[in-house]
């Protein structure tokens, strides 16, 4: 049976009569950049995530930059992180002129741990971004209460959370600011590029409005230099549809990750684990492997396929050894990274197929 690791293809295929005329009217009434569809979808994703403000951005990469600048992070501060994440954190963070400076994970929940948040902080520290990986909420109210200590923003990086709650609260309004990524594979995703800020402050929001479009408070008046960060028409037609269906999408997640739990319960497996006071998305579903290209390998023989997020920590890509950080400074994201493995998670899996794969697994991964 083959099982791809996501399939949009079958989104689409309930979706179909609902996007088309919805694309249709974007097209009819050439609102292409932002506009009415963009609009309203920004002010029902700020009531989805209980906050005052959201901004639709031209990607999660653009909500991350337009995040920190808006919490205050200027050149020459340090911002703190995961090493355990994808690439555009700790971009996001270069692009102000901040360097990013990484704690290690938990092992238990692969987030960020916040019993080594404190002694990262320096006189330089301005902020701190927890990244909710794999749709798993950070441990925020230790990150929050050492934050207000030391008089640091917090910005969330939700890219891979829509939906997610820590302790009943949304993720998206437990910081001074949060950012979305709806890159198509996303929980929430769009039809191309797309990003969100949301935030419960009306400053951020503001300056967010200003920056995404060139620092315009209004047509052709530039109160400062900006970017050219604005969602297309299209994308909020398609959030709009699909943030309907969230609610559901993520119940279907959930009962997904139950029964796999279940299915491999004898292989005695780790994986990242569940508070049950928080409510888990599953971005992805991943397990921890010894052999993983063999791993890899007979899965694919049984048309299973799988991915690796991510191979390769944030602190030892090439991209950021300037940062001088050496191979195991950080030893627990680094054994995750060289163990991690996503298995297939999306909403549309049938039951045959989440039997299949928990099976499979456990035959290829339950013997070693
Ligand atoms: C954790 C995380 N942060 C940031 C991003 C960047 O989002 P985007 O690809 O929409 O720029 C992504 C997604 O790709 C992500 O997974």
């Known amino acids: 049976m083959k099982v791809p690791l996501l399939d949009l293809k079958a989104e689409y295929a309930g ?5 088309l005329p919805a694309l249709d009217r974007v097209c009819q009434s050439s609102a292409f950049v932002e506009g009415p569809e963009v609009q309203a979808f920004e002010r029902e994703f700020a009531d989805f995530c209980g906050t005052a403000y959201c901004v639709a951005l031209s990607s999660g990469t653009a909500a991350l930059h337009l995040g920190l600048l808006g919490i205050g992070v200027q050149a020459g501060d340090e911002v703190i992180t995961t090493p355990n994440t994808f690439l ?9 002129g901040a360097r990013p400076v990484f704690v290690d994970i938990d092992p238990a929940t692969a987030n960020l741990d916040p019993k080594l948040l404190e002694r990262a902080i320096t006189p330089c520290t301005r902020a701190i971004v927890p990244v909710h990986l794999y749709g798993r909420p950070a441990d925020m109210n230790p990150i929050r209460e050492i934050a207000a ?16 709650r820590y302790r009943q609260q949304r993720v998206g309004s437990l910081g001074q600011a949060a950012a979305f990524s709806f890159y198509p594979s996303k929980n929430l995703g769009a039809y191309g590029e797309g990003g969100a800020l949301t935030t419960n402050d009306e400053g951020i929001a503001k300056f967010a409005r200003a920056a995404r479009s060139h620092g315009q408070t209004a047509r052709y008046a530039h109160e400062f230099v900006g970017f050219n960060y604005r ?4 994308q909020g037609a398609v959030l709009r549809i699909k943030l309907r269906r969230l609610h559901a999408w993520t119940q279907r997640r959930r009962e997904i990750a139950r029964e796999y739990r279940r299915l491999l319960e004898p292989a005695k497996l780790t994986m990242p684990i569940d508070d049950p006071h928080d409510e888990c998305v599953y971005h992805q579903f991943v397990i921890y492997v010894k052999n993983r290209p063999a791993v890899i390998a007979q899965l694919a023989e049984r048309e299973i396929e799988t991915s690796v997020h991510y191979p390769t920590p944030v602190h030892l890509q090439p991209a950021y050894s300037s940062l001088g950080y050496p191979a195991g400074t950080f030893p627990h994201a680094e054994r995750a990274c060289e163990r991690v493995l996503s298995i297939p998670l999306f909403p549309e899996m049938s039951a045959e197929q989440v039997q299949y794969v928990g099976n499979a697994v456990l035959e290829v991964v339950g013997t070693k």
Do not use: P
């Not at 979706?15 to 996007?19: A, P």
């Not at 200590?149 to 997610?164: I, K, P």
């Open 15 to 19: 979706l179909r009569d609902e996007i």
């Open 88 to 96: 555009a954190t700790a971009e996001a963070i270069t692009y102000c």
């Open 149 to 164: 200590h030391h008089n640091l923003r917090v910005l969330e990086d939700a890219a891979q959370a829509h939906a997610a």
């Open 231 to 234: 969602m297309q028409g299209f």
